[in-house]
Nanobody, 127 residues
Framework: QLQLVESGGGLVQPGGSLRLSCASSRGTLSYYVIGWFRQAPGKEREGVSCISSSGSVIKYADSVKGRFTISRENAKGTVYLQMDSLQPEDTAVYYC????????????????????WGQGTQVTVSS
């Protein structure tokens, strides 16, 4: 079972930035689609962004488009989520998840495809 670990969450003021990281216990994420999801209190889990195994396909939720950037460094076995212009509505627990597939263009934003999940990291945007 692939284990994922998120880091980089914290408390930030509105308009600020954070960079989340997702690393695997195996030291590689090369053959996995990685998705970032978030869940705020009392709300359903939301797909934030995904990146295909090759990095050629990237998707964002409309709510974060233009503010968040996903990237991956396969040599380091790490995927990043750069979050800029953070707003209070971005407050949530953020999870990374991995989906093993041979389809290099796959990049689903639905959590059902993802078999491995991290424990989550809290992001709080507040003044």
């Amino acid at each position: 079972q692939l284990q994922l670990v998120e880091s980089g969450g914290g408390l930030v003021q509105p308009g600020g930035s954070l960079r989340l990281s997702c690393a695997s216990s195996r030291g590689t994420l090369s053959y996995y689609v990685i998705g970032w999801f978030r869940q705020a209190p009392g709300k359903e889990r939301e797909g934030v962004s995904c990146i295909s195994s090759s990095g050629s396909v990237i998707k964002y939720a409309d709510s974060v488009k233009g503010r968040f950037t996903i990237s991956r460094e396969n040599a380091k076995g790490t995927v990043y989520l750069q979050m800029d212009s953070l707003q209070p509505e971005d407050t949530a627990v953020y999870y990374c998840a991995a989906y093993g597939t041979l389809a290099q263009a796959a990049c689903p934003m639905t959590g059902d495809f993802f078999g491995s999940w991290g424990q989550g990291t809290q992001v709080t945007v507040s003044s």
